[in-house]
């Protein structure tokens, strides 16, 4: 079993839906807990992070974390074609001193006009 | 501001031949890693390095050396490339990556490597 788990989609949703993106994960030392955007044929790039559980919202992107449940969420508020991407969780945990990344392995997101 | 940037682009190898790709960062970050996307797998950590002469093995190292003589540069050798080895690559650094602080990772735009 894998340590982070998410689905890899796709998801298509028309503009102005909104959009819900899932992670389960199973290690209870994870500390720190990330949503990343990777646009085709780009890198990574890093959207949101929360520290603890609950809500922390920026824009239209609200990241929710529940620690009781090992489950975390994005949701993406009237959706935009310029939000389809893959969009990656992850998750680190404190490990020789440095934080290890464990990421999820994506879901594909597409906006249709 | 370059960031994080990876030579090259594209290669394609043949079995047994060697090569390295490069990753150069210019935000005086101490971790760089490498990471191997593939689909189904998400990414995989290579091998990392938390400062200049000093590196270590992430989850699947076989196959990659690297070396760290600069805080700029961080190099991933494949020695005798095989099929199973046809991924995009990935160059990430953080800045501050100490375990009571989170470091966001800066990622190149991948090296897309294919091993006939």
């Known amino acids: 079993q894998k340590e982070v788990e998410q689905d890899p989609g796709p998801l298509s949703v028309p503009e102005g839906a909104i959009v819900s993106l899932n992670c389960t994960y199973s290690?209870?030392?994870?500390?720190?807990f990330m949503w990343y955007r990777q646009y085709s044929r780009k890198g990574p790039e890093l959207l949101m992070y929360?520290?603890?559980?609950g809500n922390k919202e920026d824009g239209r992107f609200t990241a929710q974390v529940d620690k009781s449940s090992k489950y975390i969420s994005l949701f993406i508020r009237d959706s935009q074609p310029s939000d389809s991407a893959t969009y990656l969780c992850a998750m680190s945990a404190a490990s020789g001193g440095y934080q290890k990344v464990t990421f999820g392995t994506g879901t594909k997101l597409q906006v249709i006009p | 501001n370059a960031g994080v940037t990876q030579t090259p682009k594209f290669q394609v190898l043949k079995t047994g031949q060697s090569m390295t790709l490069q990753c150069a960062q210019d935000m005086n970050h101490e971790y760089m890693s490498w990471y191997r996307q593939d689909p189904g797998m998400g990414l995989r950590l290579i091998h990392y390095s938390v400062g200049a002469g000093i590196t270590d093995q992430g989850e699947v190292p076989n196959g990659y050396n690297v070396s760290r003589s600069t805080t700029e540069d961080f190099p991933l050798r494949l020695l005798s490339a095989a099929p199973s080895q046809t991924s995009v690559y990935f160059c990430?650094?953080?800045?501050?990556?100490?375990?009571?602080?989170?470091?966001?990772?800066?990622f190149g735009e991948g090296s897309r490597l294919t091993v006939l």
């Open positions: 290690n209870s030392a994870f500390q720190y």
């Open positions: 929360t520290y603890s559980s």
């Open positions: 990430a650094s953080s800045l501050n990556y100490l375990d009571r602080a989170y470091g966001e990772l800066f």
